[in-house]
C-alpha cells in the first residue's frame, strides 16, 4: 500500500510519518518545492492550492492520510481557503486519478458546539463559531459528499513526543475556568489510530479518537508547574472539548498512552 501524506512536517505529520514508514507503509508526501525532504519516503513536489500539482501525486496511491491544515493564525481568509478549497483541490484530483483511493482526513473535536449537553458525539449537530473548526466541518462535507471511500477522524488536544504542545498551553487557556476537563491523545495514538483506518476499520465513518482521562486545565498546567487561579463557580459549559470516544473503542482503538500521567511518568511529554 502506498499513502500519500499531506502536512508531513506539521506537528501532527512529522511524528505520524515515521511510525508508519516503520509499521511497512510505502509512504509519499506532498511537500511544497524547497521543502526539506523527510528521509526515506517518496516526495511529491506540488501545493493542495495548485490544482496543476495533485495528479502526479494521487496517482498510483491505494490510501490519502490527509493532515494539512491552517489553524493558528488571525488570517481567518487563509484558514477558509487553505482548508476548504484545499481539501476540495485534493479530492478532485484523487477522483479523477485514484478514484478507489481510501481517504482519510484528519480534523478537530473543535468543532462541537460549547454548550453540547453531553461530551461530544459524532452524530451531534455541529456549528462552530470560530474560524478554524467551521471550516473542518464545510471540508467534512466535502469529503463526505465526494463519492470517495472516506473516513474523518476527529482529534481532540494533541500532545506528547516533545511537540510543545503541552508547554504552550498557558498562554491560551489561563483565562479559563481551572475545571475545565479537556479531552487529549498522545501522537502515539494518532498512530493507532491511522493504522486502522487504513485498514478500513473507520471506512465512511466520522469517529473521535482520544485517550481515556479527559483532564482539567488546572491538571494539565500542574503537569508542567504552570499555576492558575482556583475557582469553585459553576462551570458553564462542563461538556466543552471533552468528547465520546466510545464509538473507536467499539472499532477497537486502545490508547497505548492512556492519560497525560502516564506520559509523564514514562517520559513521552
Not at 103 to 119: E, K, L
Not at 149 to 158: A, D, E, K
Request: proline content about 6%; hydrophobic content about 40%; some cysteine.
Amino acid at each position: 500500500m502506498t499513502v500519500l501524506i499531506t502536512g508531513a512536517t506539521g506537528l501532527v505529520g512529522e511524528r505520524l510519518l515515521p511510525r508508519l514508514v516503520e509499521a511497512g507503509f510505502a509512504c509519499r508526501v506532498l511537500l511544497r518545492a524547497g521543502k526539506t525532504s523527510p528521509e526515506g519516503v517518496e516526495v511529491a513536489t506540488g501545493d493542495m492550492l495548485d490544482p496543476a500539482t495533485l495528479p502526479n501525486a494521487v496517482r498510483g496511491v491505494s490510501a490519502i492520510v490527509h493532515l494539512a491544515a491552517v489553524f493558528r493564525t488571525q488570517d481567518t481568509d487563509l484558514i477558509w481557503k487553505s482548508n476548504v478549497e484545499g481539501t476540495r483541490n485534493l479530492i478532485v484530483a484523487a477522483k479523477a486519478h485514484a478514484p478507489d483511493v481510501r481517504f482519510i482526513m484528519s480534523s478537530t473535536s473543535n468543532v462541537y458546539n460549547n454548550d453540547n449537553p453531553h461530551p461530544g458525539r459524532e452524530d451531534d449537530p455541529v456549528d462552530p463559531q470560530q474560524a478554524y473548526p467551521a471550516s473542518k466541518v464545510a471540508a467534512e462535507k466535502e469529503l463526505r459528499d465526494s463519492g470517495l471511500n472516506w473516513s474523518i477522524v476527529r482529534f481532540p488536544f494533541v500532545y506528547g513526543d516533545g511537540d510543545g504542545h503541552l508547554e504552550s498551553l498557558p498562554k491560551y487557556v489561563i483565562t479559563w475556568h481551572p475545571a475545565q476537563r479537556m479531552s487529549t491523545i498522545h501522537h502515539r495514538d494518532i498512530a493507532t489510530a491511522i493504522k486502522l483506518a487504513l485498514d478500513g476499520t473507520f471506512d465512511r465513518r466520522v469517529v473521535n479518537v482520544a485517550d481515556e482521562a479527559p483532564t482539567s486545565i488546572y491538571e494539565l498546567l500542574s503537569v508542567f508547574g504552570a499555576g492558575m487561579e482556583s475557582s469553585a463557580e459553576p462551570l458553564s459549559n462542563p461538556w466543552y472539548l471533552h468528547v465520546d470516544s466510545s464509538l473507536a473503542r467499539s472499532l477497537g482503538f486502545r490508547a497505548s498512552v492512556r492519560t497525560v500521567y502516564q506520559a509523564q511518568q514514562e517520559g513521552l511529554l
